[in-house]
């Protein structure tokens, strides 16, 4: 593929590579011959594992029409809003777009949007969930009292136990502190300005996570917890306690989701994601959320029925559930310029939740640098 004009211009195939939206080539018969890195991520797999496989193999479209308008191949094809079923992530909703490929017969190009996960890392400033979550607004006083008192005798007992315990006395104390933070900013839930971010460790988040997790009465023993880090992350730009009590209500979910498989396994991994961008930076350039967080669990999913609603308030399937948590977890990730979202692969059972979030500045910049 030639591209006419400066010479200066990067080559096609870097071009495509770096397009938000994943594109497919097709050769005769729907099959597969190259994808770009936003397709990998649509569909879940690697190119190498794609690459020869039939379309229809992996996606399943349930219209009809717009089955025999890809088998033509000279017709070109654009359709908006169309259900999809791929192979091991369940339902789609996709905007879908074909193209035949000059003097190429038999070849098309394929376009997709997923707008199953545009939904969820769309804004929707005028969304009833901040109003519903100034609750704790009013309840902070009430709270923060007994918060003082816990403290309080937390550091009374590391006065009267030995080196070998006071991690838990000190883990109490630093929950407390963190608590009191969070309640804090949850009183300013009203206003529209999100509270400062700074660079962050990704790890070091889910570290703490993971501590008050496990230290938690009876948690310990009835799961196990897969740990997949990628230690080369650099920092992103978020709110360190955000990030904890993000990280904790999404274990806690994964936990109690799978507390009745055969085998109950939660996995936390993360990993560098292209693909993601929102068009809301300062300078009006696209904003790169190029760092996942993904919590898994294999316990038997979110009802159908819920999962589009999930991170709206007072949704729950819990008995004892409040509906708080996801909606929560929504607003602490959108005041760091992250997103949230969750599929569901049904092939392997599990359940995933994927945290979006941007580079912080400095290491946003030393990336820039090192691009060819």
Do not use: Y
């Not at 991994?269 to 930076?281: C, E, K, N, Y």
């Amino acid at each position: 593929m030639r591209l006419e004009g400066n010479s200066a211009i990067p080559e096609a195939q870097r071009l495509l590579a770096s397009l938000p939206h994943a594109m497919v080539l097709l050769e005769d018969g729907l099959t597969i011959a190259a994808l770009n890195p936003a397709a990998e991520q649509f569909f879940g797999q690697s190119a190498r594992r794609l690459i020869g496989t039939r379309l229809r193999d992996i996606m399943t479209i349930s219209d009809r029409r717009l089955l025999d308008r890809l088998s033509d191949s000279e017709a070109p094809v654009s359709a908006r809003e169309v259900v999809v079923q791929l192979k091991g992530r369940g339902a789609r909703r996709i905007d879908i777009n074909v193209a035949p490929v000059a003097d190429s017969p038999g070849w098309q190009v394929v376009t997709l949007h997923d707008n199953t996960a545009a939904d969820a890392l769309g804004d929707d400033p005028g969304a009833p969930d901040d109003a519903v979550l100034r609750g704790p607004e009013i309840m902070a006083h009430e709270i923060k009292n007994p918060l003082a008192g816990i403290r309080g005798a937390a550091q009374l007992l590391a006065r009267k136990i030995g080196e070998r315990d006071r991690a838990l006395t000190d883990l109490i104390t630093g929950e407390v502190d963190r608590i009191a933070n969070l309640i804090e900013r949850m009183q300013k839930l009203s206003g529209r300005t999100a509270p400062p971010v700074e660079a962050c460790n990704l790890h070091e988040a889910a570290r703490r996570a993971i501590d008050v997790m496990n230290a938690a009465e009876g948690v310990r023993p009835t799961f196990r917890l897969v740990e997949e880090f990628d230690p080369s992350l650099p920092p992103v730009l978020g709110s360190p306690d955000g990030l904890v009590q993000v990280l904790i209500n999404l274990l806690t979910n994964a936990v109690d989701a799978c507390k009745n498989a055969e085998e109950p396994r939660v996995t936390i991994r993360t990993r560098f994601a292209s693909g993601l961008q929102l068009q809301i930076a300062e300078d009006g350039a696209p904003l790169r959320l190029p760092i996942e967080v993904r919590i898994s669990d294999n316990g038997p999913g979110i009802d159908p029925a819920m999962r589009d609603h999930i991170f709206e308030p007072f949704v729950t399937s819990k008995n004892s559930g409040q509906g708080l948590g996801l909606p929560l977890v929504r607003k602490l990730v959108r005041d760091m310029n992250g997103r949230v979202t969750h599929d569901r692969d049904e092939e392997n059972g599990l359940t995933h939740f994927r945290i979006h979030l941007p580079l912080a500045p400095q290491a946003r910049a030393r990336t820039l640098e090192s691009r060819p």
